[in-house]
């Protein structure tokens, strides 16, 4: 089940805010109804490479889905702590607590109630999960029921993690009988508005009201480890003003 390791294509600022908003595909996508996708007596199950991948790719979807009152489980692969290689500010010690912390504070800040949160942490090697596909694919299948919705990281993304992750929780949704639905988060860097590798006609927008992107991004805000680089590393900012514009639009991108 491992990838054929490829160049990554995370490099520089990426394909700007101005020229998404410009896409004719963006603006040509339907629209759809969380609530359509994650019917009464369904779960929500979101399925996060990272601390903070829950919010950047789903955090609009998360505030619906907990005001409608859909019982939600959240699966944290890993705890982040790879993020700044090389860091002695960041070390891999101090960001496996940290990313934790700020993905709680985020999903409070979202308005997920934690006490209707069902949340597993699955302790994986950031960056390595690809190595370990069969183990995360075994370990989701086991907290899945066929009712379950699951959202998680597309499999073409870009980040190794955010791929792995995408098959692994596709081969498990399979075995289980769930339906999984796919998240571009890094995909809006390195793809551009017309690119044919997108899967546009599986695409649906999740549309949110300016209050929800406000809320959306100070949950944000609480991933301080991410905003922050390490200059003395020559590590800059994971979530740049850059990074963030392109995910705070007023709508979030499912692949059904």
Known sequence: MNAVKK??????QGTSLQQWQGSR???QLQSIDILDLVPPGSRAVVI????????????????????????????????????HPGSE??????????RPQESAEALRRLG???HRLKWLRGGFSDTQVASQ?????????????????VFTTWCEDGHCDHEAVGR???EAAQRVGATCHELPVWTWHWATPEDAA????????ILLSPAQVARKRHAVHAFASQLEGDPEAGLGPVLAPYVLDRLLQPFEVVFL
């Open 7 to 12: 160049d990554n294509p995370i490099v520089g």
């Open 25 to 27: 595909h963006l603006a």
């Open 48 to 83: 996060a490479p990272h601390p903070d991948d829950e919010v950047l790719g789903c955090g609009g979807l998360l505030q619906l889905l907990a005001a409608a009152g859909r019982p939600l489980q959240l699966i944290s692969v890993t705890d982040g702590s790879a993020s």
């Open 89 to 98: 500010r960041w070390p891999v010690e101090r960001l496996s607590v940290i």
């Open 112 to 114: 997920v109630p934690m």
């Open 133 to 149: 596909e069969q183990a995360l694919s075994e370990f989701i299948e086991h907290h899945l029921r066929p009712d379950d919705v």
């Open 168 to 170: 692994a929780s596709a």
């Open 198 to 205: 997108v899967p546009w006609q599986r695409a649906r927008k």
